[in-house]
T-cell receptor, first 115, second 114 residues
Framework: AQSVTQLGSHVSVSEGALVLLRCNYSSSVPPYLFWYVQYPNQGLQLLLKYTTGATLVKGINGFEAEFKKSETSFHLTKPSAHMSDAAEYFCAVSDLTSSASKIIFGSGTRLSIRP | NAGVTQTPKFRVLKTGQSMTLLCAQDMNHEYMYWYRQDPGMGLRLIHYSVGEGTTAKGEVPDGYNVSRLKKQNFLLGLESAAPSQTSVYFC?????????????FGPGTRLTVT
């Protein structure tokens, strides 16, 4: 069965610093992976997704993630944090064992930005 | 396109009252989902639908019912609200069964049961 684990429920970085949010997945088949962002009092919004092909995926707002099969990881990065990046971030994987086409979400990482 | 919309945005209920949350999508998506989000517990799937006229249970279905009479709408009902159902509820839709398809989320309904 597919699953995702997000390391760190809360990450704090200074404005302008590198953002690194960690996600590891478990899957018996090639995975489809997603990163979502949730700003305060809003729904989840897709940042980026990995399906097939290029392992470095670029998303919105300057974020990118690299699919590393050997490490079963899909970490999210941004070179320079901005105050507006403060939000909760969810890593997710498609549950390909389910006929319901569900997506399995990680528990989330709250990103805080220090001025 | 409005995407996924949810009605209402906020609601306060007393224990034992009933209500229906409405989710609508204008993307002609086959799959629709209801989640609840609670602090420290992430997103938990309540019910889902793989097409018009179909519904199925998710992880935490107790105390909720759903209906999908029209493809674009997915209703979540609480027959007798309990304080444990205080939560933020999100609806989502997905194009189809393909694993590469992402889910699109609504803005949420914040429900308080007193």
């Amino acid at each position: 069965a597919q699953s995702v684990t997000q390391l760190g429920s809360h990450v704090s970085v200074s404005e302008g610093a590198l953002v690194l949010l960690r996600c590891n997945y478990s899957s018996s088949v090639p995975p489809y992976l997603f990163w979502y962002v949730q700003y305060p009092n809003q729904g989840l919004q897709l940042l980026l997704k990995y399906t097939t092909g290029a392992t470095l995926v670029k998303g919105i707002n300057g974020f990118e993630a690299e699919f590393k099969k050997s490490e079963t990881s899909f970490h999210l990065t941004k070179p320079s944090a901005h105050m507006s990046d403060a939000a909760e971030y969810f890593c997710a994987v498609s549950d390909l064992t389910s006929s319901a086409s569900k997506i399995i979400f990680g528990s989330g990482t709250r990103l805080s930005i220090r001025p | 396109n409005a995407g996924v919309t949810q009605t209402p945005k906020f609601r306060v209920l007393k224990t034992g009252q009933s209500m229906t949350l409405l989710c609508a999508q204008d993307m002609n998506h086959e799959y629709m989902y209801w989640y609840r989000q609670d602090p420290g517990m992430g997103l938990r799937l309540i019910h889902y639908s793989v097409g018009e006229g179909t519904t199925a249970k998710g992880e935490v279905p107790d105390g909720y019912n759903v209906s999908r009479l029209k493809k674009q709408n997915f209703l979540l009902g609480l027959e007798s609200a309990a304080p444990s159902q205080t939560s933020v509820y999100f609806c989502a839709s997905r194009r189809g069964q393909g694993g590469s398809y992402e889910q699109y989320f609504g803005p949420g309904t914040r429900l308080t049961v007193t």
